[in-house]
């Protein structure tokens, strides 16, 4: 198994196990580019979140290793979502990193302290890891995430150091999911419908032209369907 693949499942077995989530959806992603699946959807649900969705893509003639999970807390809940992408390219590896904020984060402090502020010592360190540079992720699409967000390219031995920093992100995670976080005056269900729709937006994130070319757009938009609802 790869260094994605593998740092992916760790983290989805330590996500899984801490919330009790069980599969309910396990579906081949297929391509024209060969006989073989290409990858997999899955969807866990359980516990105290909404769902988890994985996204595996492996498609070794055009060098693509991608290994995505989002772990996507209630409607009413102002916990951040949690994800993890995890990637080989051919030529590098590459990861995104990230607690998706329910709210604004500038007028509502008392959630940004108790919800990323701890975060501050892991991004720095993780910035200061020899080998891991920043990721070419434009203005726009970066106000969809959180100032806290460690997306970057890295070298094999940059990857493997990383993996302290996911778990540490993860921990984190699941200790807001348990005790909860400060109440926020905000829409939440409407704004989280709201920003869902940008972040796996097509016209925000190019990545999605890639996804549809590989796997056709039917597939595709099903994998859009199940991150955005």
């Known amino acids: 198994m790869s260094l994605p693949a593998t740092l992916s ?41 909404d769902k988890a969705v994985t996204v595996d893509l492996v498609v070794p003639p055009i060098g693509l290793d991608s290994h995505m999970i989002f772990a996507f807390t209630g409607k009413e809940s102002a916990v951040p979502h949690f994800t993890l992408d995890s990637v080989y390219g051919g030529e590098y590896y590459a990861m995104h990193l990230d607690l998706i904020p ?34 070419a992720v434009g203005p726009r699409q970066r106000a969809m995430m959180s100032p806290w967000m460690v997306v970057c390219r890295a070298t094999e031995t940059a990857f493997g150091a990383l993996g302290g920093t996911v778990d540490a992100y993860l921990r984190h995670w699941l200790a807001l999911v348990d ?42 938009e099903r994998v859009r369907r199940e991150l955005q609802a």
């Open 102 to 135: 329910r709210a604004d984060l500038a007028v509502h402090l008392e959630y940004l302290d108790a919800a990323f502020l701890p975060l501050t010592p892991l991004l720095e360190a993780a910035w200061l890891t020899d080998g891991v540079s920043p990721a």
């Open 9 to 49: 499942e760790r983290t989805l077995e330590t996500l899984s196990s801490a919330l009790g989530l069980s599969i309910t959806e396990d579906v081949a992603l297929t391509s024209a580019m060969s006989p073989d699946p290409v990858g997999r959807l899955r969807v866990l649900r359980g516990g105290p979140i």
């Open 179 to 220: 005790k909860g976080v400060p109440a926020v005056h905000t829409d939440l269900p409407a704004r989280d419908a709201a920003n869902r729709a940008n972040l796996f937006s097509p016209q925000v994130d190019p990545v999605w032209t890639q996804v549809t070319r590989l796997l056709g757009a039917e597939q595709a």
